[in-house]
C-alpha cells in the first residue's frame, strides 16, 4: 500500500515534496500568529508570514533541509516569484489536505440517538 500523503512543487529546476505530518503541524503551528492551523487556514487572507511557516514546514516534511532559515525564506522567495503567491498556497493547502487534518477520519462515530 502507497500512501499519498505529500504533494509536489518544483522551485527553480528541483523537484520537493510538501507534507505535513504531525510533528510538522506542531512545529508550524508554533510559529503561526494566531498558534492555531485550522483556524488559519480557514482565515483568509494569510500573513506572509504565516504562510511562509506553513511553506517551510511543508517543505520539511517531505524531507527537505535548510541550514537555516535565510535558506528556507530564499527558496519560498524564489517559489512565491514563479507560481505567485496563492499557487504556493495552494499547494501549501493541498499537503494540509493530503495529512488528513481536513478529513473526517476512517472510522465514523454514529450520531447519539435520543432517549
Given at each position: ?15 520537493y ?52 532559515e ?18 504556493v ?27
Amino acid at each position: 500500500m502507497v500512501l499519498d500523503n505529500y504533494c509536489e512543487i518544483e522551485i527553480a529546476g528541483k523537484k520537493y515534496k510538501m507534507c505535513l505530518r504531525n510533528r510538522c503541524i506542531f512545529a508550524a503551528e508554533a510559529e503561526l500568529a494566531n498558534g492555531n492551523l485550522l483556524e488559519t487556514v480557514t482565515n483568509m487572507p494569510l500573513s506572509y508570514q504565516d504562510m511562509f511557516a506553513l511553506f517551510k514546514w511543508a517543505l520539511i516534511g517531505g524531507g527537505a533541509k535548510f541550514a537555516d532559515e535565510d535558506e528556507a525564506f530564499e527558496l519560498y522567495a524564489k517559489a512565491v516569484e514563479e507560481y505567485g503567491s496563492v499557487t504556493v498556497f495552494a499547494k501549501v493547502y493541498i499537503a494540509i489536505q493530503k495529512s488528513g487534518l481536513l478529513s473526517n477520519g476512517t472510522k465514523k462515530v454514529k450520531a447519539a440517538s435520543k432517549a
